[in-house]
């Protein structure tokens, strides 16, 4: 089945910093979500990017798919400590089947 | 709603034993998935259902892992017997097929440790 990669697999910031975390394909994608998960907790949904080259934002939070659908991006302005977990992206295929990538852990430095 | 439901929440069990994992999903849900989550392995698929019926079973590691759905608010994940390398956290999510955004709602979680 497809598979995604996502890099880095670890992030360390600097409180107020920016950072970007990317999940790459090497097929075409239909569509891509990305989840976040907070320490000892679950998955949450964040966002669904279906359009090629989409631009959404969610507060300090952009996320992009891009021009050929077989990439994303996450980018985090000024970075809080309330930012800290993993970020995946999870890729559904057409029978609904959901694969997540293994994810960037994001730790903040105050 | 009160969203999936999985029990218990943590499971300590002896190795050679059977573990049985307890999931709800939102009611209306057509799809549910059972994850495992390891450090080393991350969050892994195990198995997927639609409209009760398996739909694939190729991440179920062993012959020792089975699931069920005989209904549409609940479903199992048996391990028998188990192994101290079934330790992870194992998670049930629900989605509900559509034109538009299909996220998948997340339990709390069992976090399994077999000594």
């Known amino acids: 089945g497809q598979q995604v990669m996502q890099i880095p697999q670890y992030q360390h910031v600097q409180e107020g910093e920016d950072f970007t975390t990317y999940c790459n394909s090497s097929?075409?994608?239909?569509?891509i979500q990305w989840y976040k998960q907070r320490p000892g907790g679950h998955p949450v949904f964040l966002i669904q990017?279906?359009?090629?080259?989409e631009v959404k934002k969610q507060k300090r939070l952009t996320f992009q798919f891009g021009e050929a659908k077989k990439n994303s991006s996450l980018h985090i302005t000024a970075t809080q400590t309330t930012d800290v977990g993993t970020y995946f992206c999870?890729?559904?295929?057409?029978?609904?089947?959901?694969?997540f990538g293994a994810g960037t852990q994001v730790v903040v430095t105050p | 709603d009160a969203g999936v439901i999985q029990s218990p929440r943590h499971e300590v069990t002896e190795m050679g034993q059977e573990v049985t994992l307890r999931c709800k999903p939102i009611s209306g849900h057509d799809y549910l998935f059972w994850y495992r989550q390891t450090m080393m392995r991350g969050l892994e698929l195990l198995i997927y259902?639609?409209?009760?019926?398996?739909?694939?079973d190729s991440g179920m590691p062993e012959d020792r892992f089975s699931a069920k759905m005989p209904n549409a608010s609940f479903s199992t994940l048996k391990i028998q017997p188990s192994e101290p390398r079934d330790s992870a956290v194992y998670f049930c999510?629900?989605?509900?097929?559509?034109?538009?955004?299909?996220?998948?709602?997340f339990g709390q979680g069992t976090r399994l440790t077999v000594v």
């Open positions: 999870a890729v559904p295929d057409s029978w609904g089947k959901l694969q």
């Open positions: 097929t075409t994608l239909s569509n």
């Open positions: 990017l279906v359009k090629s080259g």
């Open positions: 259902f639609n409209n009760n019926v398996p739909i694939d």
């Open positions: 999510a629900s989605s509900l097929a559509g034109q538009g955004v299909t996220e998948a709602f």
